[in-house]
């Protein structure tokens, strides 16, 4: 087939419905609407000869060709968009924001951090708390409608690069009028009292069965959170215990009025990893962002 017989611009729409397999979603990645795209794709496929999708069940589903031509083609689309990037000179005192995905933690260690930078331009950094699943904050990367995220544990995907940014450890806080526990939290304290417990946000999945490197036994679970901040205030006035991350502890547990106690058993450190899409993988702007970030959480250590 002659390259002359096909518009190269409705590849990048074909590609995009490839991707989300919707023309619904498609259509809101590319900012235009639902019919505009199914016009595009019926153009390409009197172009191509051949038929692209079929529906199924609700939604639409790629034939083997549309398969064959999305691998074949979406390499050199990612080429060419880095290759512009790298076109474009990033300068640091021309007005940008980056959006970027944290946990609690995270956001409350890295805003001060950004706030007090003198050295940031004309850019400012967005902190938003990750989104409850996966596929959403990936989704949201891969919609470059996020810039990066930085959150716990590691992601095993082709398209997305990852880098260890923050090791962090579990520790137990509680009130210093706390009648039990006093400079000192023993295994026999920990199964005694009562707790908050502190759910991670994306996986639902207690927070300390996750890290703890010993089996757990059930204790006394008075509240749920997803929020450390909210178990730390929670601590401050009640006699309930609150885990918390070390970097968290040492900055709030003395305005709550809080001990900050090793736990009774060995955890594993809690990690969180820079992510981010591939295709940024050598944008100027975006090396400038994770690098400022490493830069400030250094001076933090």
């Known amino acids: 087939m002659e390259l002359n017989r096909v518009d190269l611009n409705l590849l990048k729409v074909f590609l995009e419905v490839y991707r989300l397999n919707s023309i619904t979603l498609a259509a809101q990645a ?36 549309a398969v064959q031509l999305a691998k074949e083609i979406e390499p050199l689309f990612v080429g060419i968009n880095n290759a512009l990037n ?3 000179a990033f300068d640091i005192n021309h007005p940008r924001t980056f959006n970027v995905y944290v946990t609690e933690p995270m956001m409350l260690l890295l805003q001060p951090l950004v706030d007090a930078d003198k050295s940031m331009g004309g850019c400012s950094i967005n902190f938003q708390l990750s989104p409850s699943s996966d596929e959403k904050l990936l989704d949201k990367l891969s919609r470059q409608q996020v810039d990066l995220a930085i959150d716990f544990g ?17 520790i137990a ?13 023993t295994l026999d304290q920990y199964y005694a009292v009562d ?9 639902g999945v207690d927070g300390v069965n996750a890290l703890s490197k010993v089996p757990l036994e059930a204790r006394n679970v008075m509240a749920d959170c997803d929020s450390i901040m909210s178990g730390l205030a929670l601590a401050s006035q009640s006699n309930i215990v609150c885990l918390s991350t070390k970097s968290m502890a040492a900055v709030y547990a003395p305005l709550f009025n809080l001990q900050q106690l090793a736990l009774p058993f060995a955890t594993h450190p809690l990690e969180h990893y820079m992510i981010w899409h591939k295709r940024n993988n050598k944008s ?18």
């Not at 529906?55 to 639409?60: D, K, P």
């Not at 707790?195 to 996986?203: A, F, G, S, W």
């Open 195 to 203: 707790h908050v417990r502190l759910k991670m946000r994306r996986t």
């Open 30 to 65: 590319l900012e235009t609407t639902q019919p505009a795209v199914s016009g595009i794709l019926k153009r390409l496929t009197e172009q191509l000869g051949q038929q692209l999708f079929v529906r199924e069940g609700r939604g639409i589903a790629p034939t083997n060709i």
């Open 173 to 185: 806080t509680c009130s210093k009028n706390h009648p039990v526990v006093q400079g000192r939290l």
């Open 86 to 88: 790298n076109l474009q």
């Open 284 to 301: 100027e702007a975006q090396q400038w962002l994770r690098d400022k970030l490493c830069t400030l959480l250094a001076t933090k250590k």
């Open 154 to 170: 590691q992601f095993n995907h082709p398209s997305y690069k990852i880098a260890l940014f923050h090791r962090d450890q579990l």
